[in-house]
């Protein structure tokens, strides 16, 4: 056994249709000299406590084997102990393991002992870690832009702020994860395709979103508003934003995508002026609008 490896089971692992499985990922591990200490994750026992006993013991390189969602259980404080995450996907949705290149079941071992280690930037929502995406529904919440800007859905809609991708990873939803900023995404609902009182704005159509980059900003609500951090219920009327470059230190496979969006680079937070939304991007215009609310 390898002591500086720790392999951490979700619970619904426990199930019968799941042993041949591990017993394969066992044996794997053994053959490649990285079968470590196995612990289980459980309802009512501290994710946090558990594997901060791990480390404690002796663990370097941290294996959470379940799927996407086992990941998020422990990213919230994850990125603060020194180690490095490996991940084995038995079960959907895994997403995430998609964009990190590595294949599910067996065949993730030989990723976890060819050890490439990328090191990622993480989001941050007040004192909580975010390795994907933070996502509000149907609101009318504001976003505070890099201290610049309020951007908002005037009629509500869904605002994202993505770091690696988003939570469902569905329509290839993507953010760069190595550029040292989150993307923030507004898709306002619109029941048909919204006509602007401004000539220079290019209507917006149903499903496109505003993106942009920022660094730091706040969340603001006038009533409760509901988020969900890495898939995490969070309540309340205000939020702090930001990112720390280069936290998170990650085993990844070859086909690893992790620095690319789908519209390609997407512009920065401007120094002033007003945005609009067309086919994903923003263009910048007047700046006689600069100190206004942008609502989409």
């Known amino acids: 056994m390898n002591r500086l490896y720790a392999f951490l089971y979700d619970d619904f692992l426990s199930a019968p249709s799941y042993q041949k499985i591990l017993a394969n990922i066992e044996t794997r591990c053994s053959i490649l000299g990285i079968q470590g200490r196995v612990s289980r994750l459980a309802i009512f026992r501290s994710a946090r ?35 490095t995450v490996g991940y084995i996907p038995v079960a959907e949705p895994f ?11 067996e065949a993730a071992c030989d990723i976890l002992a060819a050890r490439r280690v990328e090191t990622l930037d993480i989001g941050k929502v007040d004192k909580r870690y975010f390795l994907t995406e933070v996502l509000i529904q ?14 908002s859905a005037k009629h509500a809609g869904t605002i994202s702020i993505r770091n690696l991708g988003s939570i469902a990873m569905n329509g290839g939803a993507m953010a760069n994860a190595k550029d040292g900023w989150l993307e923030l995404a507004v898709e306002p609902i619109l029941p048909t395709e919204r006509k602007s009182r401004f000539s220079f704005l290019k209507s917006l159509k149903r499903g496109e979103e505003t993106l942009l980059k920022l660094k730091e900003g706040i ?9 969900l951090i890495d898939g995490h219920p969070i309540n309340g009327f205000k939020f702090n934003l930001g990112v720390i470059p280069n936290k998170l230190k990650i085993i990844t496979g070859r086909n690893k995508r992790l620095d ?23 263009h910048r215009v007047a700046s006689w609008w600069s ?6």
């Open 138 to 151: 149907d609101t009318k919440a504001s976003v505070r832009v890099d201290k610049q800007f309020n951007i």
């Open 260 to 282: 690319s969006s789908s519209d390609g680079a997407l512009p920065e937070a401007p120094s002033h002026g007003i945005v609009s939304a067309t086919q994903g991007h923003l």
């Open 291 to 296: 100190k206004q609310r942008m609502y989409f």
């Open 95 to 105: 997403g995430i393991a998609s964009l990190l290149g590595i294949p599910p079941g």
């Open 219 to 227: 969340i603001e609500s006038t009533e409760p508003v509901d988020l």
């Open 49 to 83: 406590e558990l594997v901060e006993n791990l480390v404690m013991d002796g663990a370097q390189t941290v294996v959470v084997v379940g799927n996407d969602k086992t990941l998020q259980k422990i990213m919230w404080f994850l990125p603060d102990l020194p180690v």
